[in-house]
């Protein structure tokens, strides 16, 4: 049987994360509701483009059908659009086959409040508002930023790569790192090897990520030629010595990662470059940057990094 929703991986997405909806928000924005609606019935035929979040999501929903009798994941609509103007939406999931079901149509405002409502451990979204006030209720989402599209049709792989620090684990650290010297950083976990960090506004989608992880493992155990789908990489700019207190962190959440990465202050596009993560995600916008423009990138509005 199918796990039920509260039992689910689930990812709640805006269709303006999903699609690239470039032309349909410029008619918004210069014409109003009423053309923007007219815009959309006049294509409703016409299946929007893929957007940055898409390669991602479609990775994410073939982990059912590695597990269809389990389904363990989810992906949830969550929409500025009228139900009317999200027709489109909905032929476009059609026509892309993306195995998408349910969805909230909030006619122009704000979808945050209903992530936990649909059980959602992340809400991805171009709508910075949106994301921003998910995050001051505590409501685990991301602003997706523009990068150009790469969906390659034979790459079945997903890759995932977190920051650390205000993603995973909560910004109590990047506090002292920010109002202390380096030296003293390293001071403060050192002695704190041993302590687990919090979590942060990512931790429950990293925990339950782990958990997939393991079905892939019995996968494995049973059939030696099975070929992994999901993988996962930390990427910090922490070093040795502050390292320790984030392998201490995974270890007693019962959790790992399939790569970690300790940068101590390199540019992480060098790694991620190689890597070519499906959706990377960082607090820190410097550090949400590729030389190709062709790493989806999510930033996270958590903690102090944010203050402005």
């Known amino acids: 049987m199918p796990f039920p929703i509260e039992q689910k991986l689930v990812i709640a997405v805006a269709s303006s ?24 019935e006049a294509h409703l035929d016409q299946p929007l483009e893929k957007g940055v979040a898409f390669p991602f999501v479609r990775r994410f929903l073939n982990i059912n059908k590695r597990f269809p009798e389990k389904s363990p994941v989810e992906v949830v609509l969550l929409s500025r659009n009228s139900a009317i103007t999200g027709k489109r939406v909905f032929r476009s999931i059609a026509h892309h086959g993306l195995d998408i079901s349910r969805a909230a149509f909030l006619e122009g405002k704000s979808p945050y409040p209903y992530i936990p409502a649909f059980n959602a451990s992340l809400f991805l979204s171009s709508n910075e508002q ?29 890759r995932i790569a977190f920051d650390f620090d205000g993603v995973i684990a909560d910004d109590a650290s990047e506090r002292v790192y920010k109002s ?30 782990s958990l997939l992880q393991q079905l892939e493992d019995e996968a494995s155990n049973a059939d030696p030629d ?3 789908i999901l993988r996962t990489a930390i990427v910090t700019a922490r070093s040795a010595p ?13 959790v790992d990662a399939n790569e970690v990465f300790f940068l101590g202050g390199m540019t992480k596009d060098r790694i991620l470059s190689v890597l070519r993560p499906h959706m990377f995600f960082d607090d ?23 203050v402005i």
């Open 17 to 40: 994360a999903l699609f690239d909806l470039t032309e349909s928000d410029r008619v918004f924005q210069e014409e109003g509701a009423v053309a923007y609606r007219d815009y959309q």
């Open 130 to 158: 949106d994301v921003q006030k998910a995050i001051a209720y505590e409501y685990p989402a991301g602003t997706v930023l523009p990068s150009h599209v790469v969906d390659e049709e034979d790459d079945v792989e997903l």
């Open 180 to 209: 202390q010297e380096l030296e003293a950083f390293h001071e403060h976990e050192t002695s704190r090897a041993n302590v687990p960090h919090s979590p942060g506004p990512l931790a429950d989608l990293f925990r339950k990520l």
């Open 226 to 228: 099975y070929q992994r």
């Open 242 to 254: 502050a390292h320790e207190r984030v392998i201490t962190t995974l270890e007693h959440w019962g």
């Open 284 to 306: 820190q916008q410097s550090h949400l940057q590729s030389a190709g423009g062709n790493i989806p990138m999510v930033h996270i509005p958590f903690g102090v990094a944010n």
